[in-house]
């Protein structure tokens, strides 16, 4: 006799769920409208409040939408970005889906293009920006996520002026895994891992309208990059940084978290 498949039945919140998203996928909402109230779609959906909230909250979720609270509350659509790959990435590398190596083969293989491409597609504006970004590495004194901000200040332009917008939302989820990565590990000093200078080779290459030299200089880097970030971490995992001991001690003290 022929095996047929149980046959499942959906929950009534994802019909919601999928119908509302389809809806903002078409544009029928833009960024900013709010939705319809939940009393107003269980009439229109004919189904119970709860699912309707449910569906909501799916949908806040999945970031297609931010609840807001107070007299002109409600679920308002967001604008859909690129964060939601950068979002996905991240969850991926958190649980363990992506490893720091592959993230940095990626890496390797993508920004020497972006850098490349850069350098093709900017202008007198770019460059200027590109040159102040280079020239404000490194502020002294500075806390680990403004070294992170300004060492990574230098990639982000580079892919905004690559002309491909699926490219720099890579990169951005990529560089935000990194961040990911060093706001782990906690390496001493910061520099460290991402040494002044590094970006030199790049930025001159660009602002000199030399592509293959830009994205050599990309790659160069990127290794670079790679290797004290393998050295780092190695010794992160074997040892822990001085930072994240005096925070397991702290925390061991029941002191506030550094
Ligand atoms: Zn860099």
Redesign the pocket.
Known sequence: MRNFKPVKQPRISDVIFQQLKNAILANEFKAGDKLSSERDLSEQFQVSRVAVREAIRALENAGFVAIRQGLNGGAYVTDLTFEHLANACLDLFLSNKISIHELHHVRILIEPEVARLATLHTNPEWNERLLMAYKGEHPPGASLSEDIAS??R??FILAEICGNRFLEALVNSLLKLSRKIIEEIRPNPPSSI?PPG??GPIVDAVLAGDADAAAEAMKT?AKI?YDNLVRVEKDYREHGSASYRLKDEARLQGGERL
Do not use: E, Q
């Open positions: 060492a990574t230098v990639h991402h590094l970006h880097h990059f």
